[in-house]
């Protein structure tokens, strides 16, 4: 596994949903949303539909929400945009979801260089209303087995911790198993 222990980030600010379009649903749940990843569909910038488990089946998910109007939302990408290079696509998948805004929208925010990570668009709020978020940026730590393992407002060194403990569960080889009983 190659270090993750560069990147750091300082406290960021959180900014709650604004944009236009779609509003959040659903109530916040009690606590931090932990459980499997929500099947929610997303697009992509050239108009396909994908689901968000299938991007991140197998692999340690980083998933950035985010919104192009959010200023503490860039922060977040020059950090993710350092976890995507610091690890194989094999291993460690990030993506980027923008929260409630149109495909041409983003296309347009995104128009100069590319993206280190491949980004889709949540126009209806589906991710976040599933979670309970009410702003963004909104990171979801994902482990290869599909569940939510930690969901914070920036990626902080405790953050970026858990992907590496998470990335080297995946490196671990298997427990023996028990002996069998007699």
Known sequence: MKTLGPILAL?????THGGQGAQRTSSPPKGPFIGPLPDIEVQSLDGQT???RELTKGKVAVIDMWATWCT???????RATELA?????????????DE?????EVRAYLSGPGSAYPIYVDTAYDLANEIGSESVPTILI?????????VTH?????AVHLVGELLAEEDSPPAPAPPASQ
């Open 50 to 52: 994908a689901r968000l």
């Open 142 to 150: 994902v482990g290869r087995d599909g569940k939510v393992r930690g």
């Open 85 to 97: 290079k610091s690890e194989s696509p094999e291993k460690l998948v990030v993506i980027g979801v």
């Open 11 to 15: 406290g960021l600010a959180s900014c």
């Open 100 to 104: 409630g805004e149109e495909v041409k």
């Open 72 to 78: 503490s939302c860039r922060d977040v990408t020059a």
């Open 154 to 158: 920036k990626l902080d060194a405790k």
